[in-house]
């Protein structure tokens, strides 16, 4: 963020002091370096790669380890849901430096519902640039990146639909789905439906009338 030298409703952009980005890097990315800033300027980024107002980082996706200190004015809760988006669909992890202004809207349902860590500093954060310290609490949010499945299971009960017609109706493409047939161990007459095994039971069977699987198949009552 750029620098401001007092807090002033001005500009809402304060540069943060190297040492908590460094403490930050330590604490949860072993040392490995920021990749992006989303909310910096030229001058200032804390990262490899940034993110100025004019290349707007919340319209951005975000990638690798992530450090952002956004404005701290009214869009502050749009940074941090953005934040909490981003790690929730596993892009990457982020560490914020927010104020810390827990009766906020955004603290409770963002904050508190999905940060990995929340530290408070003890005392005030003396922005870059500034000739006093923040007239404010400032607090350091982790939101780790969500550990995404490689594969996914689906499983079905009972289904008279073909295993490629389930696969086709989930989205999944040729050859990165496998059918697994396991017998079932619930009691047959207590299915609530039976089929007679010696038939296709598929969707085009089901859609036609004088299919043998409509007169074989019956519903259980009881």
């Given at each position: 963020?750029?620098?401001?030298?007092?807090?002033?409703?001005?500009?809402?952009?304060?540069e943060t002091p190297d040492a908590i980005v460094q403490w930050a890097n330590e604490r949860w990315i072993d040392g490995a370096g920021f990749d992006l800033d989303p909310a910096a300027t030229d001058a200032n980024a804390k990262a490899s790669t940034w993110f100025t107002k004019d290349t707007d980082g919340l319209s951005q996706s975000w990638f690798?380890?992530?450090?952002?200190?956004?404005?701290?004015?009214?869009?502050?809760?749009?940074?941090?849901?953005?934040?909490?988006?981003?790690?929730?669909?596993?892009?990457c992890d982020v560490v914020m430096l927010l104020p810390a202004r827990v009766d906020t809207v955004w603290w409770h349902d963002l904050v508190l519902a999905y940060?990995?860590?929340?530290?408070?500093?003890?005392?005030?954060v003396k922005f870059v640039g500034a000739e006093n310290s923040a007239p404010?609490?400032?607090?350091?949010?982790?939101?780790k990146a969500r550990e995404q499945p490689s594969s996914a299971s689906?499983?079905?009960?009972?289904?008279?639909?073909?295993?490629?017609?389930?696969?086709?109706?989930?989205?999944?493409?040729?050859?990165?789905?496998k059918y697994i047939d396991l017998p079932s161990t619930f009691p047959v007459a207590n299915r609530p439906i039976n089929y007679a095994p010696v038939v296709s039971m598929n969707k085009a069977a089901l859609d036609d009338p004088d299919s043998p699987v409509r007169a074989e198949m019956h519903i259980a009552s009881g």
């Open positions: 963020m750029t620098d401001s030298v007092h807090f002033t409703s001005d500009s809402d952009e304060w690798g380890h992530v450090w952002c200190n956004p404005p701290y004015g009214r869009q502050v809760g749009h940074w941090v849901e953005k934040a909490a988006a981003e790690a929730a669909l596993g892009r940060a990995t860590a929340v530290v408070f500093f003890k005392g005030r404010f609490p400032s607090v350091v949010v982790y939101f689906y499983f079905t009960s009972a289904t008279l639909l073909g295993p490629e017609y389930i696969a086709e109706t989930l989205g999944l493409a040729d050859g990165t789905w």
